[in-house]
């Protein structure tokens, strides 16, 4: 281990200055730089050996090896300290039996993935047959319940095309009467007949009823002196008709009514 270190690093040796362990210093000559220690040799002082080596006594020299080596084994302890740092740091290698156990659960994970892969396409298989079941049951119900109403229009139409075949010249005043009124009879019940097979109901109402404005619309009103009769049913125009399976309180078809109004200016 020599007794010199560059003060400054960067320079090249020779030309800067040299400081031994004990922090004395001494210029070096450079032949070849020009200078004045190149021109004249350095005669060795009362600091210098002959030959150009400091003179340092024994306990000096014990004390700045000391000092220097516990710089190092500082500087050593750190370095030992990064490295079991990073040691610590990187993960522990994984055993043959650990990672045979990890594909062992991935494959078990895709076969769980599979199996519900497959009971998804299979619920999607049974969702559209009862798609399809819901939509025939659909047009059953439909057919099945306006069948009955079908059957009464078509029986009517049939009644109706026999009545404009008729030769009316051949028939009677009186007979032609009698039988225009019975056809409207049966006109009549045959549409009742109609919406009764549809489920309908009829709302009741009669004169001297009084007027719902929720089941009956109001049509026209009729002034009257009668106090008793404000507010109250006249004359029913169109009989009304609901169904007991709708939500609304109102009926399909509210019953057309004349109603009386009172008004003291007409006694």
Not at 79 to 107: F, K, M, N, T, W
Not at 133 to 138: L, V, Y
Not at 158 to 175: F, G, M, N, P, R
Request: proline letters at 5%; one cysteine or more.
């Amino acid at each position: 281990m020599g007794y010199y270190r560059d003060v400054d690093q960067d320079a090249p040796r020779g030309r800067g200055q040299n400081r031994n362990i004990l922090g004395r210093t001494k210029p070096t000559a450079d032949p070849q730089a020009g200078d004045q220690y190149a021109a004249e040799p350095q005669q060795p002082d009362a600091g210098y050996e002959a030959g150009g080596n400091p003179r340092v006594d024994e306990g000096d020299r014990r004390e700045a090896m000391s000092e220097e080596q516990h710089t190092m084994l500082g500087e050593m302890f750190d370095i030992v300290c990064e490295i079991h740092a990073s040691v610590r740091e990187q993960p522990a290698a994984a055993s043959d039996g650990e990672v045979e156990a990890l594909r062992a659960e991935i494959a078990q994970l895709n076969e769980e993935l599979e199996r519900r892969d497959r009971a998804i396409e299979a619920l999607a298989a049974d969702y559209q047959r009862l798609g399809a079941g819901i939509e025939d049951a659909r047009k059953d119900t439909i057919a099945a319940l306006l069948a009955p109403a079908a059957k009464n229009l078509v029986g009517l139409l049939k009644h109706s095309e026999d009545a404009l075949l008729q030769d009316l010249e051949a028939v009677d005043a009186d007979s032609l009467r009698r039988q225009i009124s019975g056809e409207y009879h049966y006109l009549v019940q045959q549409a009742r007949d109609t919406l009764e097979a549809l489920g309908f109901e009829e709302v009741e109402v009669n004169p001297g009823d009084a007027v719902d404005g929720k089941q009956h619309k109001t049509l026209s009103v009729v002034a009257t002196d009668d106090e008793s009769l404000h507010n109250t049913v006249k004359e029913v125009q169109v009989r009304g008709f609901k169904h007991p399976g709708s939500r609304s309180p109102k009926p399909a078809f509210p019953a057309h009514v004349v109603a009386y109004r009172y008004d003291s200016g007409t006694a």
